[in-house]
């Protein structure tokens, strides 16, 4: 048990001299008492009570130990229970009881509840999985919004079966007794495992540990090595989750996997996203049917890093200059 006690001890407040205490014979439990208000620390003139006091602490949770083991087993669910409560306040009028299915899921006008507790403008998003279509994949432009609008899925799942609203105007979900879900990691040279590895060893972890009735989110899966191979690997793992008849939700800017004859059971989306005069706009409104590109090219020369952008910044730090400035 570790404890950090910074005590404020002023005239104006308690007195917990050496003399006092030995003079008043002040019970423990009024000490804690005193030490639970918040004070501003005052480590000076803390040091002359300290073997004191430290000698009353240790003394209360010796005598207390099982009862505060206890109270801090309880403190995970009390938060919980906590921001739960501040959560359902803040969500106000704009959340819905979803109600619970075997076999469908369909929400309406999604939003995701962290941006939205933050006060933020979010677009909606409708989301829906049924018995012959159970995984959604999702092709479309960088910053697009794939990750944010599964995330927002993923949590309205989570909260739902936590027994709270999700922010929607209508929830129908299919009850899952596991959610599992892979996200871009950076490599581990700890682990001595590159991000691939841990991209395969995620994807065996979550085959291996899932049922029928599992809730799968994959994010972008094998980005991190050659792309023939990437895709190739990509396209096992798909085939995968549509042949178990797994609900899941999978990103990738692999488009080619969107219209692989080989594979079915599945539903396309992507994000809206227009070029007009050389600038992305998003909507991030997700559309029906595959996109087709990423724009990854066009954001490159949004943030002036093009092939051209790119060749002058070259040629100025080879001459030295940057800015105007000769170096």
Known sequence: LSVKLNIA????????????????????????????????????????????????????????????????????????????????????????????SLDRTQIKD????????????????????????????????????????????????????????????????????????????????????GRYKFELRRMADILNSCSKRSFVIVDEPCSGTDPIEGEAQSSYFLEALTESGIRSIFNTHY????????????VNIHPDTKLEDGKLNYSYKMMEGPAGTSYALELARSMNLGENNLLEKARKIKNGTQNGKKY
Not at 127 to 141: D, M, R
Not at 255 to 266: I, M, P, T, V, W
Request: charged share 25%; aromatic share 10%; glycine share 6%.
């Open 110 to 193: 999604l939003q995701n509840p962290i941006f939205l507790l933050r006060g933020e403008k979010v677009v909606p998003n409708n989301y829906q999985s049924e018995n012959n279509n159970k995984v959604l994949l999702i092709t479309g432009a960088n910053n697009g919004g794939k990750t944010f609008y599964s995330k927002s899925v993923g949590l309205a799942q989570l909260l739902a079966q936590r027994g709270a609203r999700i922010p929607a105007s209508y929830a129908f979900l299919e009850i899952a007794d596991r959610v599992h879900t892979h996200f871009v990691q950076q490599d581990d040279p700890i682990n001595k495992e």
């Open 255 to 266: 488009h080619r996997l969107a219209s692989n004859e080989k594979l079915s059971g599945f």
């Open 9 to 100: 001890l002023t005239d104006s407040l308690y007195d917990f001299s050496l003399e006092n205490i030995e003079k008043r014979k002040i019970p423990c439990t009024q000490i804690l008492r005193n030490l639970g208000h918040k004070f501003l620390a005052n480590i000076t003139g803390f040091r002359a009570y300290k073997p004191k006091v430290n000698i009353v602490l240790t003394e209360l949770i010796k005598d207390n130990y099982k009862n505060i083991q206890k109270v801090l087993s309880l403190l995970p669910d009390l938060q919980f229970y906590r921001s739960m409560i501040r959560y359902d306040e803040l969500l106000g009028n704009k959340g819905v009881n979803p109600e619970f």
